[in-house]
Protein backbone atom coordinates (compact mmCIF):
# COMPACT_ATOMS: atom_id res chain seq x y z
CA UNK A 1 0.00 0.00 0.00
CA UNK A 2 1.23 3.61 -0.75
CA UNK A 3 2.27 5.56 2.75
CA UNK A 4 3.79 8.40 3.78
CA UNK A 5 6.69 7.37 5.89
CA UNK A 6 8.85 9.22 8.51
CA UNK A 7 12.62 7.31 9.01
CA UNK A 8 14.08 10.83 10.83
CA UNK A 9 12.57 13.49 12.48
CA UNK A 10 13.66 16.99 10.82
CA UNK A 11 12.09 20.25 9.97
CA UNK A 12 8.86 19.72 7.80
CA UNK A 13 10.36 22.70 5.07
CA UNK A 14 13.05 19.82 4.43
CA UNK A 15 10.00 17.07 3.02
CA UNK A 16 11.06 14.55 5.69
CA UNK A 17 8.13 12.48 5.06
CA UNK A 18 8.87 10.04 1.93
CA UNK A 19 6.55 8.11 -0.64
CA UNK A 20 6.76 4.45 -0.09
CA UNK A 21 5.01 0.97 -0.95
CA UNK A 22 4.71 -0.70 2.02
CA UNK A 23 2.64 -4.13 3.42
CA UNK A 24 -0.29 -3.53 4.28
CA UNK A 25 -0.94 -3.67 8.02
CA UNK A 26 -2.72 -7.04 9.22
CA UNK A 27 -5.41 -6.78 12.00
CA UNK A 28 -4.81 -8.21 15.46
CA UNK A 29 -7.34 -9.47 18.31
CA UNK A 30 -9.73 -7.02 19.03
CA UNK A 31 -8.32 -4.58 16.06
CA UNK A 32 -9.82 -3.36 12.60
CA UNK A 33 -8.59 -2.56 9.26
CA UNK A 34 -9.70 0.95 7.71
CA UNK A 35 -9.59 1.80 4.06
CA UNK A 36 -8.52 5.57 4.18
CA UNK A 37 -10.10 7.82 2.96
CA UNK A 38 -9.22 11.00 4.22
CA UNK A 39 -6.77 12.10 7.00
CA UNK A 40 -6.42 15.78 8.39
CA UNK A 41 -3.05 17.00 8.86
CA UNK A 42 -2.47 18.59 12.65
CA UNK A 43 0.02 20.37 14.53
CA UNK A 44 1.00 17.35 16.69
CA UNK A 45 1.57 15.83 13.36
CA UNK A 46 4.29 18.61 12.94
CA UNK A 47 5.53 18.24 16.18
CA UNK A 48 6.32 14.50 15.74
CA UNK A 49 7.88 14.84 12.20
CA UNK A 50 9.96 17.97 13.75
CA UNK A 51 11.07 16.01 17.44
CA UNK A 52 9.45 18.06 19.58
CA UNK A 53 7.89 15.19 21.24
CA UNK A 54 9.91 12.05 22.53
CA UNK A 55 10.70 9.80 20.08
CA UNK A 56 7.74 7.04 18.74
CA UNK A 57 7.83 4.76 16.30
CA UNK A 58 10.80 4.09 13.49
CA UNK A 59 10.04 4.22 10.69
CA UNK A 60 6.67 5.61 11.37
CA UNK A 61 3.76 6.83 9.10
CA UNK A 62 1.95 9.24 10.83
CA UNK A 63 -1.52 10.75 10.93
CA UNK A 64 -4.10 10.92 13.53
CA UNK A 65 -7.27 11.88 12.50
CA UNK A 66 -8.46 9.60 10.36
CA UNK A 67 -11.80 9.12 8.31
CA UNK A 68 -12.45 5.50 6.59
CA UNK A 69 -14.69 2.54 6.49
CA UNK A 70 -13.59 -1.23 8.36
CA UNK A 71 -12.57 -3.53 5.61
CA UNK A 72 -11.28 -6.55 8.00
CA UNK A 73 -11.95 -8.06 11.88
CA UNK A 74 -9.32 -9.19 14.10
CA UNK A 75 -10.50 -11.51 16.60
CA UNK A 76 -12.84 -11.12 18.72
CA UNK A 77 -14.08 -8.11 17.68
CA UNK A 78 -18.38 -7.32 17.18
CA UNK A 79 -18.46 -3.66 16.79
CA UNK A 80 -17.40 -2.12 14.53
CA UNK A 81 -19.33 -3.56 11.37
CA UNK A 82 -17.26 -4.13 8.07
CA UNK A 83 -18.67 -1.47 5.53
CA UNK A 84 -19.12 1.59 8.16
CA UNK A 85 -17.59 4.65 8.23
CA UNK A 86 -15.15 5.12 11.27
CA UNK A 87 -12.93 7.76 12.59
CA UNK A 88 -9.41 7.19 14.09
CA UNK A 89 -8.08 9.26 17.09
CA UNK A 90 -4.50 10.79 18.32
CA UNK A 91 -5.30 8.53 21.58
CA UNK A 92 -4.73 4.98 20.33
CA UNK A 93 -5.51 2.93 23.54
CA UNK A 94 -5.08 3.49 26.77
CA UNK A 95 -3.85 0.40 29.68
CA UNK A 96 -7.89 0.37 31.66
CA UNK A 97 -5.68 -0.47 34.43
CA UNK A 98 -3.68 2.75 36.19
CA UNK A 99 -5.40 5.25 38.63
CA UNK A 100 -6.45 7.10 36.05
CA UNK A 101 -7.99 4.96 34.07
CA UNK A 102 -10.15 3.64 36.75
CA UNK A 103 -10.89 6.86 38.11
CA UNK A 104 -12.82 7.79 33.78
CA UNK A 105 -9.27 9.58 33.36
CA UNK A 106 -7.97 7.55 30.43
CA UNK A 107 -6.60 10.58 28.81
CA UNK A 108 -4.21 10.51 31.89
CA UNK A 109 -3.39 7.04 31.29
CA UNK A 110 0.10 6.32 32.83
CA UNK A 111 0.91 3.80 29.69
CA UNK A 112 -1.03 5.37 26.61
CA UNK A 113 -0.55 4.70 23.00
CA UNK A 114 -0.90 6.93 20.30
CA UNK A 115 -1.88 7.12 16.60
CA UNK A 116 0.62 8.06 14.05
CA UNK A 117 3.32 8.61 17.20
CA UNK A 118 3.61 4.95 18.77
CA UNK A 119 1.60 3.06 15.98
CA UNK A 120 1.47 3.46 12.27
CA UNK A 121 -1.19 6.07 11.75
CA UNK A 122 -3.26 7.16 8.29
CA UNK A 123 -0.93 8.86 6.01
CA UNK A 124 -1.88 5.82 3.81
CA UNK A 125 -4.04 3.64 2.73
CA UNK A 126 -5.00 1.36 5.32
CA UNK A 127 -4.33 1.90 8.76
CA UNK A 128 -5.25 -0.96 11.55
CA UNK A 129 -6.88 0.23 15.07
CA UNK A 130 -8.14 -1.13 17.86
CA UNK A 131 -11.78 -1.34 17.55
CA UNK A 132 -12.82 0.37 20.90
CA UNK A 133 -10.18 3.19 20.19
CA UNK A 134 -12.64 4.26 16.72
CA UNK A 135 -15.11 6.57 16.54
CA UNK A 136 -18.96 6.35 14.63
CA UNK A 137 -19.31 9.52 12.58
CA UNK A 138 -22.36 11.60 12.02
CA UNK A 139 -23.73 11.12 8.33
CA UNK A 140 -24.25 14.97 7.22
CA UNK A 141 -20.27 15.07 7.02
CA UNK A 142 -18.18 14.25 4.46
CA UNK A 143 -14.42 12.38 4.51
CA UNK A 144 -12.26 15.60 3.91
CA UNK A 145 -14.77 17.72 6.23
CA UNK A 146 -14.81 15.04 9.19
CA UNK A 147 -11.41 14.51 9.70
CA UNK A 148 -10.63 17.57 11.90
CA UNK A 149 -13.47 16.81 13.83
CA UNK A 150 -10.88 13.45 15.32
CA UNK A 151 -8.18 15.93 17.15
CA UNK A 152 -8.75 19.18 16.27
CA UNK A 153 -12.24 19.33 17.39
CA UNK A 154 -12.57 17.16 20.43
CA UNK A 155 -9.09 18.58 21.63
CA UNK A 156 -10.81 21.75 21.47
CA UNK A 157 -14.14 20.94 23.05
CA UNK A 158 -11.43 19.19 25.67
CA UNK A 159 -10.24 22.92 26.28
CA UNK A 160 -13.84 24.56 25.94
CA UNK A 161 -14.86 22.35 28.72
CA UNK A 162 -11.53 22.90 30.91
CA UNK A 163 -11.49 26.63 30.67
CA UNK A 164 -15.32 26.54 32.26
CA UNK A 165 -17.37 29.32 29.94
CA UNK A 166 -20.74 29.64 30.81
CA UNK A 167 -23.55 30.91 28.09
CA UNK A 168 -23.40 34.62 27.88
CA UNK A 169 -20.11 35.12 29.10
CA UNK A 170 -16.65 36.28 27.11
CA UNK A 171 -13.72 33.47 25.94
CA UNK A 172 -10.79 34.14 23.82
CA UNK A 173 -8.88 32.77 21.84
CA UNK A 174 -4.95 32.99 21.18
CA UNK A 175 -4.50 31.26 17.86
CA UNK A 176 -6.93 30.31 15.26
CA UNK A 177 -6.37 27.46 13.19
CA UNK A 178 -7.94 23.86 12.98
CA UNK A 179 -8.90 23.68 16.37
CA UNK A 180 -10.20 26.99 16.98
CA UNK A 181 -12.27 27.15 14.38
CA UNK A 182 -14.46 23.84 15.27
CA UNK A 183 -14.61 25.30 19.21
CA UNK A 184 -15.80 28.86 18.02
CA UNK A 185 -19.02 27.12 16.38
CA UNK A 186 -19.81 25.12 19.87
CA UNK A 187 -18.89 28.38 22.19
CA UNK A 188 -21.59 30.15 19.45
CA UNK A 189 -23.95 27.42 19.75
CA UNK A 190 -23.85 27.92 23.21
CA UNK A 191 -24.35 31.49 23.95
CA UNK A 192 -20.59 32.42 24.19
CA UNK A 193 -19.33 35.64 23.03
CA UNK A 194 -16.04 35.06 21.11
CA UNK A 195 -12.67 37.21 20.78
CA UNK A 196 -9.80 36.07 18.61
CA UNK A 197 -6.36 37.23 18.79
CA UNK A 198 -4.48 35.62 16.01
CA UNK A 199 -1.02 36.40 13.95
CA UNK A 200 -2.44 36.09 10.26
CA UNK A 201 -5.50 38.10 8.63
CA UNK A 202 -6.22 35.37 6.78
CA UNK A 203 -7.15 33.72 10.17
CA UNK A 204 -8.61 36.91 11.99
CA UNK A 205 -11.15 37.33 8.67
CA UNK A 206 -11.83 33.52 8.84
CA UNK A 207 -12.92 33.90 12.75
CA UNK A 208 -15.51 36.97 11.55
CA UNK A 209 -16.90 35.17 9.07
CA UNK A 210 -17.56 32.25 12.05
CA UNK A 211 -19.12 35.11 14.08
CA UNK A 212 -15.76 36.13 16.35
CA UNK A 213 -16.92 39.61 18.32
CA UNK A 214 -13.74 41.33 18.12
CA UNK A 215 -10.25 40.11 16.13
CA UNK A 216 -6.94 41.25 16.97
CA UNK A 217 -3.25 40.59 16.61
CA UNK A 218 -1.40 37.64 18.31
CA UNK A 219 -0.50 39.84 21.46
CA UNK A 220 -3.39 42.31 21.33
CA UNK A 221 -5.38 42.33 24.52
CA UNK A 222 -9.18 41.82 23.73
CA UNK A 223 -11.43 45.42 24.42
CA UNK A 224 -13.40 43.47 27.20
CA UNK A 225 -12.01 41.74 30.55
CA UNK A 226 -12.70 37.56 29.59
CA UNK A 227 -14.51 35.39 31.69
CA UNK A 228 -12.09 32.57 29.78
CA UNK A 229 -9.53 31.86 27.61
CA UNK A 230 -7.79 28.90 25.56
CA UNK A 231 -4.05 29.49 23.78
CA UNK A 232 -4.13 27.02 20.62
CA UNK A 233 -0.95 28.86 19.43
CA UNK A 234 2.01 26.96 20.93
CA UNK A 235 3.64 30.28 21.78
CA UNK A 236 4.45 30.22 25.65
CA UNK A 237 5.28 33.75 25.24
CA UNK A 238 1.32 34.21 24.80
CA UNK A 239 0.80 33.25 28.26
CA UNK A 240 1.11 35.85 29.98
CA UNK A 241 -1.13 38.04 27.41
CA UNK A 242 -3.66 35.54 27.54
CA UNK A 243 -3.95 35.63 31.53
CA UNK A 244 -3.82 39.35 31.67
CA UNK A 245 -7.08 39.64 29.29
CA UNK A 246 -8.61 37.58 32.08
CA UNK A 247 -11.04 39.05 34.68
CA UNK A 248 -10.93 37.60 38.50
CA UNK A 249 -11.97 34.38 38.94
CA UNK A 250 -10.89 33.50 35.15
CA UNK A 251 -9.43 30.74 33.52
CA UNK A 252 -7.07 30.07 30.63
CA UNK A 253 -6.58 26.50 28.92
CA UNK A 254 -3.51 25.63 27.43
CA UNK A 255 -4.52 23.23 24.48
CA UNK A 256 -1.24 22.19 22.81
CA UNK A 257 0.32 19.10 23.01
CA UNK A 258 3.33 21.15 22.92
CA UNK A 259 4.48 24.88 23.97
CA UNK A 260 7.24 26.84 23.71
CA UNK A 261 9.37 28.02 27.06
CA UNK A 262 6.62 30.40 28.93
CA UNK A 263 8.11 33.70 30.28
CA UNK A 264 8.52 33.66 33.85
CA UNK A 265 4.89 34.73 35.24
CA UNK A 266 4.06 37.79 37.83
CA UNK A 267 1.75 36.04 40.43
CA UNK A 268 0.20 39.54 41.81
CA UNK A 269 -0.45 40.52 38.52
CA UNK A 270 -1.21 37.42 36.45
CA UNK A 271 -2.46 34.37 38.61
CA UNK A 272 -3.91 36.85 41.91
CA UNK A 273 -7.54 37.14 42.45
CA UNK A 274 -8.48 33.19 41.68
CA UNK A 275 -7.13 33.38 37.92
CA UNK A 276 -6.33 29.82 36.77
CA UNK A 277 -3.91 28.60 34.57
CA UNK A 278 -4.53 24.95 33.33
CA UNK A 279 -3.56 22.20 30.47
CA UNK A 280 -5.30 19.63 28.42
CA UNK A 281 -4.15 16.52 27.73
CA UNK A 282 -5.44 14.14 24.56
CA UNK A 283 -9.23 13.31 25.71
CA UNK A 284 -11.71 10.74 26.58
CA UNK A 285 -13.50 8.61 24.23
CA UNK A 286 -17.09 10.79 26.13
CA UNK A 287 -15.07 13.78 24.61
CA UNK A 288 -15.45 12.60 21.27
CA UNK A 289 -18.30 11.16 21.74
CA UNK A 290 -19.82 14.11 22.62
CA UNK A 291 -17.94 16.24 20.17
CA UNK A 292 -19.52 14.28 17.23
CA UNK A 293 -22.96 14.15 18.66
CA UNK A 294 -22.43 18.03 18.44
CA UNK A 295 -21.02 18.18 15.19
CA UNK A 296 -24.42 16.34 14.18
CA UNK A 297 -26.61 18.76 16.13
CA UNK A 298 -25.47 22.34 15.16
CA UNK A 299 -24.09 21.47 12.68
CA UNK A 300 -20.51 21.86 12.46
CA UNK A 301 -19.18 22.80 9.36
CA UNK A 302 -15.29 22.54 8.83
CA UNK A 303 -12.89 24.31 6.18
CA UNK A 304 -10.80 22.30 4.60
CA UNK A 305 -8.15 22.06 2.13
CA UNK A 306 -7.54 19.02 0.32
CA UNK A 307 -4.12 17.39 -0.89
CA UNK A 308 -3.45 14.29 -2.47
CA UNK A 309 -1.70 11.92 -0.09
CA UNK A 310 2.06 12.68 -1.93
CA UNK A 311 1.63 16.14 -1.08
CA UNK A 312 2.34 15.84 2.64
CA UNK A 313 4.73 17.67 3.36
CA UNK A 314 3.44 20.26 1.62
CA UNK A 315 0.45 19.71 3.23
CA UNK A 316 2.00 19.87 6.70
CA UNK A 317 4.25 23.22 5.70
CA UNK A 318 1.28 25.17 4.73
CA UNK A 319 -0.14 24.69 8.72
CA UNK A 320 3.27 25.60 9.92
CA UNK A 321 3.04 28.57 8.12
CA UNK A 322 -0.82 29.53 8.56
CA UNK A 323 -1.55 29.46 4.62
CA UNK A 324 -4.34 27.02 5.54
CA UNK A 325 -7.77 28.60 6.92
CA UNK A 326 -9.09 26.04 8.98
CA UNK A 327 -7.66 22.24 8.49
CA UNK A 328 -5.19 20.77 5.84
CA UNK A 329 -6.51 17.18 4.75
CA UNK A 330 -4.90 14.71 2.66
CA UNK A 331 -7.28 12.62 0.45
CA UNK A 332 -5.96 8.83 -1.06
CA UNK A 333 -7.87 8.72 -3.88
Known amino acids: MRAMLLERTAPIET ?6 DIPPPEPGPGEVLVDV ?6 RTDLHVIEGDLPEGRRPLVPGHQVVGRVVARGPGVASPAEGERVGVAWLAGTCGRCEHCREGAENLCLSPTFTGHHRDGGFAELVAARADWTYRLPDGLGDVEAAPLLCAGIIGYRALRRCRVRPGQRLGI ?4 SSAHVTIQVARHEGVDVFVASL ?3 HRRHARQLGAAWT ?3 DELPPAELHAAILFAPAGELVPVALRSLRRGGTLACAGIHVSTIPPLDYDALLFQERTLTSVTANTRRDGEELLRLAAEIPIRTSTTAYPLERANEALADVKASRVA ?8
Open 174 to 177: FGFG
Open 15 to 20: APLRQA
Open 200 to 202: AEL
Open 216 to 218: GGA
Open 326 to 333: GAAVLVTR
Open 37 to 42: AACGCC
